[in-house]
């Protein structure tokens, strides 16, 4: 760009008294200039030139055609519609055209890059000069902007033969700052005698002019800048993490600090995995050799009067090396023209309908537009993937195939693959009138024994699907899980630091050893899982963050093993409230069985020894998620017809909570209700309907139910109360031995269902009764007897047996889970009075 002298004419003055020097021309950067102008004049797309030999027409329509079909002069006028001014080259497009333009600009770009600049403003200078002349007056950078480079280079492969080539690097996000002004070209005004300084690009670090360009004036160091004849640009820096595919074993996550500016900022966020594209540098570390504030004076102190030997201390000065003595140091930075994300948010698998979710693209390329329909997404495919998703797309038993598809490798457990597979679906996202988000993400919980293939499940979907984090819950802390805010070296400022739940928006995070997160991190991660948001109010910063991701959490039973005598809440080292938040659960228990243990130790034998051969997917990972991305296209919609299967099923599952018969987990909320909707959108999404049926909210109730209530309980041994009181009042008799045969024999087992049932059905013929005095046993025995009869539940012939077995049931609610009391003893137990007791509560 060119840039005009100053308006004072003492300036002009100045200049001509300066001697004049013949100037050394760089060849190679006229070279490029002249190489690059050419193809940005010349180069046209192979389907254009075809179609320009087959045109014929007059010669104002043949210049026109010509000038359409130049492909940068149609993406400048984009650029120019789009209000922007960086030029998106392809570098493929220099490479075919001109094979030592691009050699010269992979090895030294930093050195050329003035040179594409001033080529890129000639070129819209003949063609475009209005928007040259906007470009003059409001000061705007132009700048070129390179993808496609071919020349991959992992973060910790950086060295200095690399310094100033143009190079792609691919990393994830973890950390952005605030976008801020940068100061590009600086004009200063002398504090001494007003004279504005030429034009100083600033390079690195805020620089200044030298010396004034008044003869007369002899100031060095006091200047103010002249905002108006400046020229600024947006910046931004992005802390970047390199791939976890590209760290070698035993070795640490590297990092690097990348600049972006103009167009390039908020392009890339925290969690996203993009490509860079710009070049290496060095630049040095200003803020270390900035003056500290250690020196400090130090007090001399008098030697005393008894020392005559002594010299007196006149004190000095401590920490010359923090005041005057500074070492150079340097660091790696990386300067970025494009980002592109890794995976677009129209091929995310996690997408959210909202529009407000859409990622900005930092390329002005016809092939980045956002694809809106499921036509777009099928054209936008490679031929076979294409073909296959189509083959895909006929309703044959889809739900199975897939569900076979999930995690091979796994044997059995496809209770757990569908549970799994409709959390990669997901529901659909809403929103409240009062624009509160209702969370269409299903979180789901794999409880089991150890082996049980539970971490197995969090690693096929972290290698399989993009924007997945896996963490373990043992070694996260409630800031590594959520966000942190860290302080910047350089500035001082505070930004806030992503953790798992922010690097995986819009994707899933896998939780394993869920369990032993301590209690403190545990209740960090509420908020993320129902309103999917992470607010901070550290260090002066308030914000609510985007966490809008699934969880799969992985978790070991207390003590190793699971308890079937005990609900899931007693079997886990997790909070109510945070159990209510997930939408499945799965126990696996390891239980001894000889023809399961036997086809189990042949797959794994098949695997170690055939590998991928050993077993037969109907799908392909890519096909799965080519499938995902389709549906997720699909909204499906609940019709007012089915509503009341949603009432229903609600509240069964809230009776089942109160009936006896079987423990549930945890307590029945409104929220599995909500998780019911979710499930039962996500079938519909994966048969590709946009009405939610019938079968879909059965098949969804029917995953619910049986991941609920999944506990089993031992039989009640009726008797044994009565042999205990027995054993206490004959101890001293010598008989003893022969009534405890007896009263072996008259032991009854009964199923633990059934033993609740009768249990409340007593307490409750006691309260209908109103016989708050008590009741006697005999007239309670006779109640249900009656009532049985009545039923038909049992005949005449069967009463005297049923009666020993009631007799034996009240014993046990008195003397074991202490649910009766009795009032009034009684040597006849018959005639003994009873109550409820006080502390039992239903």
Known sequence: ???????????????????????????????????????????VLKKNNNSNNNDNGNNDSNSNNKKQDIYYYTQVEKMIKNEKSSLYIDFTHIESFDKDLSKALLFEYFRLEPSLKQSLSIFIQDHFPKFM???????????????????????????????????????????????????????????????????????????????CLNPLCSNTRRWKINMEESTFTDWQKVRVQENNSEIPGGSIPRSLEIILRGDSVETARAGDTCTFVGTVNVIPDVSKMAIGTNATIVKGVSAPSSDKGGKDDFGGVSGLKDLGIREMNYRVCFFSQSVRSNVSKSNSINKKDSPEDHIKSSSNDEDDEELESKESFLESLPEKERVALTKMLKPTKIYEKLVHSICPSIFGNEEIKRGVLLMLFGGVHKKTPEKIRLRGDINVCIVGDPSTSKSTFLKYLNTFLPRTVYTSGKASSAAGLTATVVKDSDSGDFNIEAGALMLADNGICCIDEFDKMEP??????????????????????????????????????????????????????????????????????????????????????????????AFHSP?????????????????????????????????????????????????????????????????????????????????????????????????????????????????????????????????????????????????????????????????????????????????????????ITISKVISRMIYTDNILLILTPNDDHDHRVLIIHPNHTD
């Not at 300084?197 to 200044?208: G, R, V």
């Not at 309907?689 to 139910?705: G, H, M, P, S």
């Open 1 to 43: 760009m060119m840039y005009s002298s100053g308006t004072i004419d003492d300036k002009n003055t100045i200049k001509t008294q300066q001697p004049q020097f013949q100037k050394v021309k760089d060849e190679a950067k006229e070279w490029t200039k002249t190489k690059f102008l050419n193809f940005l004049n010349s180069f």
């Open 133 to 211: 002349s906007k470009i003059n007056k409001e000061k705007l950078i132009l700048s070129i902007c390179c993808f496609n480079v071919l020349n991959f280079v992992h973060i910790r492969e950086l060295r200095s033969s690399r310094i100033g080539s143009l190079c792609s690097i691919s990393g994830t996000v973890t950390r952005t700052s605030e976008v801020r002004p940068e100061l590009v070209i600086g004009s200063f005004i002398c504090k001494d005698c007003n004279t504005s300084s030429q034009p100083i690009p600033q390079q690195f670090k805020y620089t200044e002019p030298t010396k």
């Open 520 to 613: 403190s991190d545990q209740v960090a991660i509420h908020e993320a899982m129902e309103q999917q948001t992470i607010s901070i109010s550290k260090a002066g910063i308030h914000a609510t963050l985007n966490a809008r991701t699934s969880i799969l959490a992985a978790a070991n039973p207390i003590g190793g093993r699971y308890d079937k005598t005990k609900i899931l809440k007693h079997n886990l080292n997790i909070g109510g409230p945070l159990m209510s938040r997930f939408d499945l659960f799965f126990v696996v228990v390891d239980e001894p069985n000889p023809e399961s243990d036997k086809r189990i130790a042949q797959h794994i034998v098949s695997i170690h020894q055939k590998k991928e051969k």
């Open 619 to 803: 799908f392909s990972a890519t096909e799965i998620k080519n499938y995902i991305k389709y549906a997720k296209f699909i909204l499906p919609v609940i019709p007012p017809e089915n509503y009341h299967l949603f009432e229903i099923y609600y509240d069964r599952l809230r009776q089942m909570e109160v009936q006896g018969g079987r423990s549930t987990s945890y307590r029945i909320t409104v929220r599995q209700l909500e998780s019911l909707v979710r499930l039962s959108e996500s079938l519909a999404r994966l048969h590709l309907d946009t009405v939610v049926k019938k079968i879909y909210i059965d098949e969804a109730f029917r995953l619910l139910q049986k991941s609920i209530i999944h506990i089993e309980t031992t039989d009640v041994v009726l008797g044994e109360e009565e042999e205990e009181l027995t054993i206490k009042q004959n101890n001293n008799n010598s008989n003893s031995n022969n009534q405890d045969e007896n009263n072996d024999n008259n032991l009854i087992k009964m199923d633990f269902a059934k033993y609740s049932q009768l249990s409340k059905l007593l307490v409750l013929a006691i309260r209908q009764l109103k016989k708050e005095s008590g009741i006697k046993q005999i007239d309670l025995v006779d109640w249900y007897l009656n009532d049985q009869i009545e039923s038909n539940n049992i005949t005449k012939e069967e009463m005297d047996t049923e009666r």
